[in-house]
């Protein structure tokens, strides 16, 4: 069965965060890290730093909204730096 992942990147050189959703986090770090154009193409040096796993596409993206409404860089570092 599929899995789907929410991801969080960090970009040291640009010193911010990238929040998406995907079924293949390696797959999707690499075209990020590929990409000639949108904002993972401004820099070269994105980690994955955070993930979460869900059963069901549509609990993923969901998920994948919540944070970005946050628009904390506080709360989204929570997640992950405890």
């Keep these: 069965m599929s899995k789907f992942h929410v991801y969080i990147l960090f970009s040291e050189a640009l010193n911010k965060y990238y929040i998406g959703s995907t079924q293949d986090i390696n ?4 075209k990020h890290l590929q990409s000639k154009q ?5 820099a070269k040096d994105w980690v994955l ?16 909204r919540q944070i970005k409404k946050w628009k904390s ?10």
């Design 49 to 64: 730093v955070y993930s979460e796993e869900f059963k069901i596409r549509t609990e993923a993206i969901r998920r994948e």
């Design 27 to 30: 797959i999707r770090l690499e």
């Design 38 to 42: 949108g904002f993972t193409s401004k």
């Design 73 to 82: 860089r506080i709360m989204i570092e929570k997640l992950f730096k405890k």
